[in-house]
């Protein structure tokens, strides 16, 4: 911890004026901070400690998932497991991490606001259709202005993403299989995939009432 002890001891004087860094940026136990603390390194001017976003919302992921380890097998207060279909799980683990670091970074100039919006998180999660808890879910007429768009923010992930389930990364294939996925993925991406209909009809095979209602089905099943 010298390095950082000969950082902070270096900034004292600068053409007679005195200066000093009065905040430091570290995570929960950093050995660094310590180290300037004992110093004492501007006598009774103390160091103030920052904590480091995150990490603080990566301590939030941790935890929750140390809960989920200590608690498997073990039946709550409703006979049920803490994790499974409609409770806490590892999705919803990285969901409530995600949105925890959102609520302190979009919130960094009230703290009241900030514990509103991580409490919201809370009680977005415990509402259900019959008992909805989103009183503190936020309320801006513009809210979904940005979304009506409709599109991504990288339509290219989404494209890749079509590709990789014909052709999964981990798997070797070959340029011809590899051509056929992608063209695939494209008309499917473009078009929709009914659009497989006409690749079938060019083949000079006549697809039946079963494949083109399947073929509709998951078009309609799809997001845009």
Request: aromatic share 10%; net charge positive; proline share 2%.
């Amino acid at each position: 911890m010298s390095g950082v002890l000969s950082i902070f001891q270096r900034s004292e004087t600068s053409r007679k004026i005195f200066t000093c860094y009065t905040q430091y940026l570290g995570d929960g136990d950093s050995k660094g901070f310590l180290t300037i603390k004992e110093a004492k390194v501007y006598g009774d001017t103390e160091v103030e400690k920052l904590e480091c976003v995150g990490h603080v919302q990566k301590r939030m992921g941790t935890r929750l998932r140390n809960i989920l380890k200590m608690s498997k097998g073990i039946k709550l207060s409703d006979g049920e497991n803490i994790s499974g279909r409609g409770r806490l799980t590892l999705k919803e683990v990285d969901s409530i991490q995600h949105y925890y670091g959102l609520a302190i970074r979009k919130n960094l100039s009230s703290v009241e606001d900030m514990k509103i919006a991580i409490w919201a998180i809370y009680f977005h999660k415990l509402s259900t259709e019959d008992n909805p808890q989103h009183a503190l879910c936020p309320l801006e007429k513009d809210l979904l202005k940005k979304f009506l768009h409709g599109r991504t923010q990288n339509p290219n992930q989404s494209f890749n993403k079509c590709i990789w389930e014909r052709i999964p990364k981990t798997v070797f294939v070959g340029i011809e299989t590899l051509k056929f996925g992608v063209m695939d993925a494209v008309i499917c991406f473009n078009d929709g995939y009914v659009s497989r209909i006409k690749v079938f009809e060019a083949l000079g095979i006549k697809p039946g009432y079963n494949t083109e209602r399947a073929l509709l089905i998951i078009d309609n099943k799809r997001i845009f």
